[in-house]
């Protein structure tokens, strides 16, 4: 009898382990819809500067984003506190090459330089193919999946595609970061919010009129 | 022959320097101008003024500037308010240290921080006039009608590795800092203007209280 209840028990957790296993986005309902219509979304600027807050694993970091289009067609990020002391200068290429310019000796670590590329390159609206993408529907909402070379970047907007409701960045089954451009003006949203699901680890982006 | 030489090297080292920071030739005596600089120090105990700091990114030929509030009081006593174009506040309290960004407050004892520690005492020294004597530091020291330059190149680990060297350009009148230029060893550098300085002015202690 103990023997039986036991092996009802695994059995009832590796189902449970499958269901929670499963992808969040599989059971969405296939749509339809020219993937192309969210690159409108993609900020378009000479320069913008924006007021930056950042909070990982109880450390909080603030400063100033600046972001500037080169004339390579490259895309310049320099982050630094508001005295003047530099956390990083990194750049996106046009062929989706990264490079660092600069980076704080503290935080020259593989992990963060992945983080840091990743979460800029879902907001810059990088390596978008719309002929690799697909389109599911949820709840009233069109998710614009884009492959990358580890999981999907999905631009989730209303079903005329005329909002961008948020940004998710995710492995095949789950949501990794979740991220929000509101208010667009001068072709750059206003405030960006980024949200690791993980780990303890946001990014508050306000714009600066200089 | 060997005097030629030597006469030569000493006309090219100075026409180097005076490149260097054109309108500047080094100080002839050191010495004397260590001393007045000491005497008009210990004459200053209060400095309110506004600022205009420019972050200069060489590369991106590119300049972030914002302007504010200063206020310093002898000893280690120094606050900063950032108005323009977003608000920030640093309190540097002796060792101690508050910075708050919007609604954020973030207490740092310098103590606990080497290179904290570096960057706070060189803003004090810059302003309280005792740069000279620290060691974190090599000093050279040049003039020019309208006033002092004193170059400090790191020497101590840490802020050297950020630091090429820290300018400090003083009022030839009274002695007191105009501006203070840092130059990143990535060829970036921030320079902070003050402006309408009024010396010796009364300021409240509790602009720099630290709760």
């Not at chain 1, 694993?57 to 289009?69: F, Y």
């Not at chain 1, 992945?114 to 719309?130: A, N």
């Not at chain 2, 600089?37 to 590369?59: P, T, V, W």
Request: net charge positive; with cysteine.
């Amino acid at each position: 009898m103990l023997l039986l209840q036991m092996r009802c028990l695994l059995l009832s957790s590796a189902f449970f382990l499958l269901l929670s296993c499963s992808s969040v986005y599989r059971k969405m309902e296939k749509t339809p819809a020219d993937a192309a219509c969210v690159l409108k979304f993609r900020p378009r600027f000479s320069k913008v500067l924006y007021n930056t807050q950042v909070d990982v694993v109880g450390k909080h970091l603030s400063g100033l984003l600046l972001m500037k289009a080169m004339p390579d067609s490259s895309t310049r990020l320099v982050f630094s506190n508001e005295m003047g002391f530099k956390y990083f200068d990194i750049e996106f290429n046009r062929g989706g090459g990264f490079k660092v310019y600069y980076i704080l000796p503290q935080m020259d670590k593989k992990a963060v330089l992945t983080t840091l590329r990743k979460d800029f390159e879902i907001l810059l609206m990088q390596h978008l193919e719309p002929g690799k993408a697909f389109v599911r529907k949820k709840d009233g909402l069109f998710y614009y999946g884009f492959p990358q070379t580890k999981g999907n970047n999905y631009y989730i907007t209303d079903t005329a595609c005329s909002q961008l409701v948020r940004l998710e960045r995710a492995s095949k089954r789950k949501v990794v970061v979740t991220a929000v451009m509101l208010h667009y003006s001068d072709g750059t949203p206003d405030t960006i919010g980024i949200s690791h699901q993980n780990f303890n680890f946001t990014i508050g982006l306000k714009k600066l009129k200089q | 022959m060997h005097r030629m030489i030597f006469l030569w090297c000493l006309t090219l080292t100075a026409l180097c320097l005076q490149a260097q920071y054109p309108g500047y030739k080094p100080v002839a005596d050191l010495a004397q101008f260590k001393e007045q600089f000491a005497g008009a120090s210990r004459r200053i105990n209060a400095i309110k003024s506004d600022f205009i700091q420019e972050k200069n990114l060489g590369m991106l030929s590119e300049k972030i500037v914002s302007k504010g509030r200063f206020w310093f009081k002898k000893d280690n006593l120094v606050r900063m308010e950032y108005n323009q174009p977003f608000q920030y506040l640093v309190i540097i309290n002796n060792s101690n240290v508050l910075v708050k960004d919007g609604q954020k407050v973030n207490k740092i004892s310098a103590k606990s921080n080497k290179l904290f520690q570096q960057i706070n005492r060189m803003m004090v020294d810059c302003v309280q006039g005792t740069a000279l004597s620290n060691p974190d530091f090599k000093v050279a020291v040049f003039e020019s009608a309208q006033g002092w330059l004193i170059e400090l190149v790191p020497v101590a680990k840490g802020i050297k590795d950020y630091f090429r060297n820290i300018n400090i350009i003083l009022a030839r009148k009274d002695y007191s800092i105009n501006r203070l230029e840092m130059y990143e060893q990535s060829g970036d550098n921030t320079v902070i203007s003050f402006i309408n300085k009024e010396l010796n002015a009364v300021i409240a202690d509790a602009l720099f209280t630290i709760k």
